[in-house]
């Protein structure tokens, strides 16, 4: 204990001492520590406010812990403060008061005091209330009742691992059941749907062939039930677009001339449209298929299906057909010119050198029959034909210009496609679909009229 003033402070240390003695004397055990701090703000001998700063540590049981502040609080029976506060005597009242210490208020911010009252304090019983929680949250019997058994986890996962297949195992499955003569109608249907899902990756589609299943597809082509004919037509359709390899077994084993067969046979629309999309795909970019295609009558057979398709779906499907393979023959001769003397390419040059489509093409009157989808409501129709129509034009400027038929058509639409473009361009909008389509039309008057 320091003594630090005189005078007032004397009656104070007096009473303080005095109390220290009488505790020890009962038995008591106590390790206060007082410290009387000298009065700075000139207390006067009898005054009403005098007082004596203490610090006290003390050694309690369990006690409700008081945050203190940068002010003094009174602190009551049964409450302890955290190590650190600054606690003291308030003589006057006789009761403890606490604050924070020197230290604790060099960090003690304005962001702490403005949180202050948020910081709620945990009494007894909500401590009681969260040990409880903790015992019952640690009972096996609680645990094991939202959790699956060990041994359970395992049985499921070894089931799933046996349903998990690579797509070659889906495959073989599907084709040993395609195989199966017991299987009824309706589940070959829906196993060839599943067949055309996996068959549009490359690696499947010939997997598909090394399995013997194209084999087995080309056969349902010629299934007597409607239904067989349009999925397998469907299946081989996905399964040699864009896969060369797959193009060439196709051919091998027959496909082309068998859907040439389709075509030329009454079929309802819907196969004949899935018929149309296996050859599409069989002849893109394959120019083996495609003069096999013409030597055996195709353009004959398409000409046919077009001149009785009032509808315009199956039109639009051909001629879309021939002007790909149109466009494809002219980018193989313009490549040329950039590649120079590439073995690969003057390979497929002569591939492409033996399909004669444009003499086809004059030959069995597409020039005129072309121009009739123009006829349409469809703006998409009149696009394709167009398009198709720029790309005839080498082989069939004579029957352009001799087919008023055309030329009427073309006024209308220029005049009709122009109306468009311009409300477009009031309510600005620019660069549209129309405009691509007038642009189409001024292209082709001007290669007829030179």
Known sequence: MKLISTGASGAALFLLLHHCQIASTVGQKSDCALTVVENTEGWEE????????????????????VQPTDNWQTLKAGQAVPAGSHVRLNLQTGHREVR?????????????????????????????????KMKDDLNPNSVTSKYRPLGELKRDMAQLDLLVETDIQIMKRLLDQLKNSN??????????LDLEYLVHQVDNGQSLCSMGGLQLIVEGLNSTDFRL???????????????????????????????????????????KKKVLFAVASLLRNFPYAQHHFLSHGGLQVLSEIFTADGGGVLRTRIVTMLYDMISEKELISRAGLDLGHDAAHEERVHQYSKVSLQGELLEKGWCNLVPQLLESTEHDYREKALRALLAMAPMCLDQYRSDRSLLGSLLTLRDQYQEMVESEIIVGEENSYFAEIVELINTLQVKMQS
């Open 183 to 192: 299987s009824t109608t309706e589940l070959k249907l829906s196993l060839l």
């Open 229 to 271: 004919q349009e999925t397998s037509a469907f299946v081989l359709g996905s399964a040699v677009s864009s896969n060369p390899m797959v193009q060439v077994k196709a051919v091998e084993c027959g496909a082309l001339q068998t859907l040439l067969t389709m075509m030329a046979t009454a079929q309802p629309l819907r196969v």
């Open 46 to 65: 009898g005054s009403a406010d005098k007082k004596a700063e203490v610090t006290v540590d003390e050694e309690e049981g369990d006690f409700e812990v």
């Open 100 to 132: 924070l210490g020197e230290e604790q208020l060099k960090y003690w911010t304005q962001e702490h005091r403005e949180n202050e009252n948020d910081q709620s304090t945990i009494s007894a019983d909500e401590l009681k209330r969260a040990m409880k």
